[in-house]
């Protein structure tokens, strides 16, 4: 098992900027990769970000690309997702996710989450 709790949410103008955090306990962080994943109001969840278990490999949405930022810090038994030139369309509770094994894909494939936090983009 594998235990997540995210961190660092909240309200941002639109163009601004917000770093997630998640950190993971239980099991041997960096046997695991993780991703971060998003649900808006009504909408079903979408992938974001995902990163391997050393970190030397992400993978992006489209919608993020360029904007948003994956790391980890298996010292810490953390990971992180910077978010630049936030749009409102980014509101949305994001989640983070863990899935045991080298790879961050098969983006259905993750089967640890954590409770999510709340980030709000206003216009």
């Known amino acids: 098992q594998v235990q997540l709790v995210e961190s660092g949410g909240g309200l941002v103008q639109a163009g601004g900027s917000l770093r997630l955090s998640c950190a993971a306990s239980g099991r041997t962080f960096n046997e695991y990769a993780m991703g971060w994943f998003r649900q808006a109001p009504g909408k079903e969840r979408e992938f974001v970000a995902a990163?391997?278990?050393?970190?030397?490999?992400?993978g992006y949405a489209d919608s993020t690309k360029g904007r948003f930022t994956i790391s980890r810090d298996n010292a810490k038994n953390t990971v992180y997702l910077q978010m630049n030139s936030l749009k409102p369309e980014a509101t949305a509770v994001y989640y983070c996710?863990?899935?045991?094994?080298?790879?961050?894909?098969?983006?259905?494939?993750?089967?640890?989450w954590g409770q999510g936090t709340q980030v709000t983009v206003s216009s």
């Open positions: 996710a863990a899935k045991y094994g080298r790879n961050w894909y098969p983006i259905n494939a993750y089967d640890y």
């Open positions: 990163i391997s278990w050393s970190g030397g490999s992400t």
